[in-house]
Every structure is written in structure tokens, then in C-alpha cells.
């Protein structure tokens, strides 16, 4: 056995207009994907001159690279579309499908966002300058896939970034990470259209909260046999989600879902659930999401949508959060999970948050009380016992990692979790607050320590105090910035997000919409075009696809693809 699984991410950011705290947060969210679509497009458009090919979104000559920085530019933005096909997020895990009258708006993500004309007109009135000078409202861009495999959109009120497909916690780590230099990339570019208007400037945070009542998503999802019932999930995942915040809280300043009482505790999230099992992601959270939403062969597999975390910025935390839960659901494959219940799990999950010194004790149904590191202890020796029986000649590098810091992240919490100040967010966070508490004499309720706690989340490199922390050498990290970097341009290699990311990055004209699983392009003529069906998310990568990319257009692709896997492919003139 090993860590080993399909993972991947999700990051809902929060997203301020400088000094204008009352614009609408839906057309920000729009600006800074359709800023990001453009600045996709002119990297694209630049490679394909590289190649002596026509410029993307251009039939036209190549525009000087002033020219594409420009409102109005032929190449931007470009944005291919979402295929919504395999979307069923009413679908529940536990045998049922909600009725669509009976959902919550929220719920239906299986329909394209759309800003409707009283939104554009409203800030177009109230702040002209910023929609009429550096956005062509004709060719907004609110849903796109990129050349790494992600995909960027609106998610209700936030810009998204939903990362690509890997098999590995690092792997997770790199790519969820190189979502923030999508996002940093995006704030710059906005900057930089908008000088010499009265546009107020955009910036982002990885953060879970405004503090004002609101929450937003850092999701997580995991590949799992579908033969596993469900109910042997929940289980197993209720105390080990309870407690697994003292690994991967991201830290809060104020308790309660406004954040109005004044303390600090370790999670973002934990203070906005409500329920320990459901369907909804936005209302009446549950510790264990049940949406039913495989973008895989249905048959062989079911995606656990995990909502419970914190959007992290420390390696440590974010290799811990993928890799302990991997290997969390090998016990529940092999039926060798701790016998664990608590009595109350939402009253577990926050009592634990709000209490950084890590020394409250949970009550289990049979009367046993433990503390969070306690119960992650127990699931540590747990997954240690599974993972030795089932490799005799040795455990894989990524596995003997993830086991080895789980261990000496356990270690430290229970003997000082200062210790942890190099090494997960939550501490490190408490460790700056306190100083700044003692050296000025600040009370928990002072703004001041909210606005650290925001610039702690800030992506820009230079602003965010995470990122200043890592580059002084005071947290440690684990991937370097280049091979992130680079993660934010290319998929991974070893699942079918290489095969997605390297069509889009290829043949980005003819992209008419692209999901995880489905692909649809169009060929020159009327109506003419093909879908690739992508089912199993370990195929179609690198070394099974690399040289089918070598086609000169989209069309002489579509026939390697259907020459090398036939029942994939459906479309006109195909074959």
C-alpha cells in the first residue's frame, strides 16, 4: 500500500478592491479571472511565435507585447469554456439525489455563472473608469482552464483556482501552491492595466474568512474505491477531521463566525460547521461532505469532496493535510481504522480549535477523553501498522515521508507547540501575534491583529508575511519557488491533467470546453468538431500521450488521439 492516490485541491480566495470596501465582490472575482485568461494568452501567444506558428486568438499579425498588455488586445482574454456534462452536485453519497427545487442556489455548480446586466451596469455607474478602461465587458472570461491543467473561475464570489489531478502529497503541495503564483500573477497583471486609471487597485489573500459572518472554501479530493461504503468513510474521517486541525489550521484571530470574541484558535473553518454529515458546501457545512461527484469511471471510483480545511500556505501543514488523510482512507479501504466516535463532533471540532495550548480533551461515545493529538496519535500508529504489513520489503519515499513527519509533527505538539513555529501555519501565526502582542501590550481584540492575520494570507510575495516568514528562513518549506513556479505553467505528468493541460496550452484556439473529464474542440468548417472522454484519471499522461502533441493542428491531434484510443473519442469526421 502506499500515500499514493488521485488528490488535488481547491482555493477559493478572498478578494478586496483597495479602498473601496463596498465593491461587489462577484465583478472583482470576474476581473481577476479575465485578467489571468489574458495573461495566459499572451504568454501562449508568445511561445506559438516562439514556434513560428500564428498567434493565439489572432488571425492577424503578431501585436508587439505593448500591444497585449492593451485593453481590447485580439489576445485578450482567451478563455476555453467549461464542460458542465459530468457535473452532478446533487448526486448524495448515501444512495439519493436531492431535487433541484429543493436545493440551495449554491448548490447548482453544475450551471455557468453569470453576471447579470444590473451587476455590470451597477459598477460600471458607480466606478466607470475601472470597467470602461481595463475590461471589455464583451469579452469577459469567467471560467477557464490553463496550460498547467487547473482550472480558474467564479466560484460564487471569489476567484478559484481548482488545482490539477496528482498522485502524490508533494505533488499536491507543489501544485496547490503554484495556485498562488497564479494568483499573485493575476493581482500584478490587474495592476499593471489599470495604471492611469481610477481603477483601485485588486489583491488577494489565502485566507477562509472575512470576519464578517462570511466563509470560503480551501477544498481537498481524494480518489476512493467506490466498493468502500460510505458509512465506514464517515467513521473513520469524523474524529480524524476533528482533530486534524492541529496539523493544518491556518490560525484566526477571533472566535465565533464573526470573529466579535476576542481569542485566537487554530482553525479558519471550524467555527462555520454545523453538522457531521451532508450535501451542502455553503450552508449548514457538515464535517464530511457527501456530494457524489466522481469525474471518473463511476463504477470503479467516488471523489471525496473534503470541505473541513484551511487554506494553508506552510508546506509542512498543506504534506501533512494531503498525505495523513491518503493514508486515513487505506485504513478505511483495508477496514483498519481506530474504533474512534465522538460524542459530539461539531462541539469537538471547535472546542479543539479554540484552545491553542492543545490540552482540552474530547469526550468519545464510550466515555474515554482525549486530546487532539492524542487522537491523531491514535490514527498515526494506526496507518504505521497498515503501511509496514503491506510493503515487507519497505516503504515508498513518499509514504516514509509523509509517516515520518506526521511522527515528529505529533512529537513536538504534544511537548511545545511552539516548536512549530518553523513549520505550521497556525503556530507561526500565534508566534508573530504574540510578539507583537507582548512588545505593544495588544488585547486579542485589537484590529491591528486582525489586519496581521490578513497580511499573513496576502499572495504578493513582497506583502504577504508568509512569504516573508519562508524567505528569511523562518518556516521551512519543502518544494522550491522555482519548481513551483514552473508548476503554474505545466501539468503534472503522471495523470490525465498532463494530456488536459498540454491540449490547452497547445491548441488553445480550438478549445471550445474542457472539464476534468471531458474535452471538446472545434475543426475549421460548420460544425464540425470532437469530444475525448477522460474516465480514468491515471491515463492519458505523459508517457502514454507526449507524441501526439507533435500534431500541426487541432484536427491531425484528434485523429492520434482516436487512432490510440477509439472508444474515447466521438465527434464529426473522426477516423
Not at 188 to 210: F, I, M, Q, R
Not at 286 to 306: G, K, S
Not at 546 to 557: K, L, R
Request: net charge negative; aromatic share 6%; hydrophobic share 40%.
Amino acid at each position: 500500500m502506499t500515500v499514493r492516490r488521485i488528490m488535488g485541491s481547491e482555493t477559493e480566495f478572498g478578494v478586496l478592491a483597495q479602498g473601496e470596501p463596498g465593491a461587489n465582490p462577484t465583478v472583482l472575482s470576474t476581473r481577476v479571472v479575465t485578467g489571468y485568461a489574458a495573461w495566459v494568452a499572451r504568454r501562449l501567444r508568445e511561445q506559438e511565435t516562439a514556434r513560428g506558428e500564428r498567434s493565439v486568438g489572432s488571425a492577424g499579425p503578431t501585436p508587439s507585447d505593448d500591444d497585449a498588455a492593451q485593453p481590447g488586445s485580439p489576445d485578450a482574454p482567451l478563455g476555453t469554456g467549461w464542460d458542465y456534462g459530468s457535473e452532478t452536485p446533487l448526486a448524495d453519497a448515501r444512495g439519493f439525489t436531492v431535487a433541484r427545487e429543493d436545493a440551495h442556489p449554491s448548490q447548482l455548480t453544475d450551471e455557468a455563472p453569470v453576471l447579470t446586466a444590473e451587476e455590470i451596469a451597477a459598477e460600471a455607474i458607480s466606478e466607470s473608469a475601472m470597467y470602461t478602461e481595463d475590461l471589455d465587458w464583451r469579452r469577459v472570461i469567467m471560467n477557464t482552464v490553463i496550460p498547467n491543467g487547473a482550472r480558474v473561475y467564479v466560484d460564487h464570489s471569489h476567484p478559484e483556482y481548482s488545482s490539477p489531478e496528482v498522485t502524490t502529497p508533494l505533488d499536491a503541495l507543489t501544485w496547490d501552491a503554484a495556485g498562488d503564483v497564479v494568483a499573485a500573477r493575476a493581482v500584478e497583471y490587474l495592476a499593471k492595466v489599470s495604471t492611469g486609471t481610477d481603477a483601485a487597485p485588486v489583491n488577494l489573500y489565502k485566507n477562509n474568512t472575512d470576519n464578517k459572518s462570511v466563509s470560503y472554501g480551501a477544498h481537498e479530493n481524494y480518489t476512493v474505491e467506490r466498493a468502500v461504503p460510505f458509512e465506514r468513510i464517515t467513521a473513520a474521517l469524523l474524529p480524524f477531521f476533528a482533530s486534524r486541525q492541529i496539523m493544518c489550521g491556518a490560525g484566526r484571530v477571533g472566535l465565533g463566525v464573526d470573529g466579535s470574541c476576542p481569542g485566537f484558535q487554530l482553525s479558519q473553518r471550524a467555527d462555520f460547521f454545523e453538522r457531521t454529515v451532508g450535501l451542502e458546501t455553503t450552508i449548514h457545512r457538515p464535517i464530511v461532505n457527501t456530494r457524489d461527484e466522481p469525474h471518473a469511471d463511476d463504477t470503479r471510483y467516488r471523489r471525496l469532496h473534503v470541505i473541513i480545511g484551511d487554506a494553508n500556505l506552510s508546506h509542512v501543514a498543506t504534506l501533512l493535510k494531503f498525505g495523513t488523510t491518503s493514508l486515513v482512507l487505506n485504513l478505511v479501504e483495508h477496514d483498519r481504522a481506530p474504533r474512534l466516535e465522538l460524542e459530539d463532533p461539531v462541539a469537538a471540532l471547535q472546542a479543539i480549535s479554540h484552545d491553542p495550548s492543545l490540552r482540552t480533551t474530547v469526550a468519545l461515545a464510550n466515555g474515554r477523553e482525549l486530546t487532539a493529538v492524542e487522537l491523531q496519535r491514535e490514527y498515526y500508529r494506526a496507518a504505521l501498522a497498515l503501511e509496514t504489513e503491506l510493503a515487507p520489503n519497505g516503504l515508498d519515499e513518499d509514504t516514509a515521508h509523509v509517516l515520518q513527519t506526521w511522527d515528529e509533527v505529533l512529537t513536538d505538539l504534544a511537548e511545545d507547540p511552539a516548536r512549530l513555529s518553523d513549520r505550521l501555519d497556525w503556530a507561526a501565526k500565534y508566534a508573530l501575534l504574540t510578539a507583537y502582542r507582548t512588545r505593544d501590550g495588544l488585547a486579542w481584540d485589537d484590529p491591528r491583529l486582525v489586519a496581521i492575520d490578513l497580511q499573513y494570507a496576502d499572495v504578493r510575495p513582497d506583502k504577504g508575511l508568509y512569504h516573508k516568514l519562508a524567505a528569511a528562513g523562518r518556516i521551512r518549506t519543502l518544494v522550491d519557488h522555482e519548481r513551483i513556479t514552473a508548476a503554474a505553467d505545466h501539468p503534472p505528468i503522471d495523470t490525465r491533467a498532463y494530456f488536459r493541460g498540454t491540449a490547452v496550452s497547445r491548441y488553445p484556439r480550438d478549445m471550445v470546453a474542457v472539464g476534468w473529464d471531458t474535452l471538446t474542440v472545434t475543426f475549421p468548417g460548420i460544425r464540425r468538431g470532437a469530444r475525448v472522454r477522460m474516465p480514468e484519471p491515471h491515463d492519458l499522461t505523459r508517457d502514454t500521450c507526449e507524441d501526439w502533441f507533435d500534431a500541426p493542428d487541432v484536427e491531425t491531434w484528434i485523429e492520434r488521439v482516436a487512432a490510440n484510443r477509439p472508444a474515447l473519442v466521438t465527434g464529426s469526421d473522426i477516423g
